[in-house]
């Protein structure tokens, strides 16, 4: 087996000291451009890369954060990510990221792998109600950012979520009284989040005579959710809109509805969630509540990077208003139904 290439190999093969090369990985030190461009080129030809678990045995601190999402087959979360790498990158930071797979004992494991590179910070998104306990036995020893799924209120932690009763409330009040039988297609309604979106169009629908709502639980999954639905809507009665309360949700909506020829708004009006590209690269672009992602990752990293540098107040508990996209996939007045 080849022997690995070492920071000695490089600093003599560009022909420059160790510390010019530390440097022009590490971006400590301005360096000058023809002495890094003769650095990077010796690296590429010795295959060498930064060895980032020996720089922190040597200085017992490593310009890494630790960002654990539950589910990285969700847009949202991939969103969330790129966002706070970005930022992070711009301050000098390398993002670990990991993902829990909404499995609670998956998510203490992944948080013990994170927390053992003995991060400058950690960003995690539970995958329950429930704030595990690696992370509780950090609380006051290591900075840390809680997103999305807070199940708790006052933590002793700083948390950034979105106004989730206040989404459920607006795509609510964009169909009533207009269409008088709504469906919420949730993910899991005992998170909090959904379970927020679900209480916003319960406020309006339960203030209307004659409205009613139902909720169907359809997973955090695509296929498994369509299924669900599809079978639901087999044996119930068709609704006039349904209420997406995730991007998966959206999704695996849009595929029953495929599946049984229901066609948007003429059949059932939707409003989706999360609202990406291709909600409009569609016949009949979606309406859909647009969750704040840029601000949420901006907010995060700012309460991440406060932390790390030292900032010693209260808690912050910051919430971010969604807005709603409205277009062409709730229609204005209703229709006839064609039951299945």
């Known amino acids: 087996m080849a022997k690995r290439a070492t920071i000695k190999d490089v600093a003599a093969r560009a022909g420059v000291s160790i510390a ?9 030190k301005p360096v000058n451009p023809d002495l890094a461009k003769k650095v990077e080129e010796a690296a590429a ?58 499995n609670p004992e998956l998510e203490i494991a992944r948080l013990n792998a994170l927390l053992g590179w003995h991060p400058s910070g950690l960003i995690a998104v539970p995958c329950t109600n429930v704030i595990p306990q690696p992370i509780r036995s950090e609380i006051g020893r290591l900075p840390m950012v809680l997103a999305d799924r807070i199940g708790e209120d006052n933590l002793p932690i700083d948390t950034v979520t979105m106004d989730n009763f206040a989404a459920g409330k607006a795509a609510a009040e964009l169909l009533i009284p207009e269409h008088r039988d709504i469906v919420v297609a949730a993910s899991h309604v005992a998170i909090r989040p959904i379970a927020d979106r679900i209480a916003g169009v319960a406020s309006v629908v339960e203030a209307h005579d004659g409205a009613r709502l139902r909720v169907v639980e359809l997973t955090s999954n695509v296929n498994a959710g369509s299924d669900i639905l599809r079978e639901w809507l087999l044996r119930e009665t068709r609704p006039d809109a349904v209420v997406c309360l995730t991007n998966v949700t959206t999704l695996a909506t849009l595929q029953a509805f495929a599946s049984l020829n229901i066609d948007i708004p003429e059949d059932v009006s939707l409003i989706g969630f999360d609202d990406y590209t291709w909600m409009t690269a569609r016949k009949v672009p979606l309406s859909a509540v647009r969750q704040p992602v840029e601000e949420m990752g901006q907010a995060i990293w700012n309460c991440l990077s406060d932390r790390i540098a030292g900032v010693a107040e209260p808690p912050r508990h910051i919430v971010l208003p969604g807005s709603l996209q409205v277009r062409r996939s709730v229609r204005s007045t209703p229709t006839a139904r064609k039951d299945s």
């Open 20 to 28: 010019t090369v530390s440097n022009v990985f590490s971006g400590k």
């Open 45 to 102: 030809e010795l295959s060498y890369r930064l060895d980032r678990a020996a720089s922190q045995l040597r200085t017992g601190r490593v310009q890494v954060v630790g960002m654990l999402v539950p589910n990285l087959d969700d847009t949202f979360f991939t969103s969330l990510v790129e966002r706070v790498e970005r930022l992070a990158h711009d301050d000098g930071y390398e993002v670990l990221v990991a993902s829990s797979r909404d």
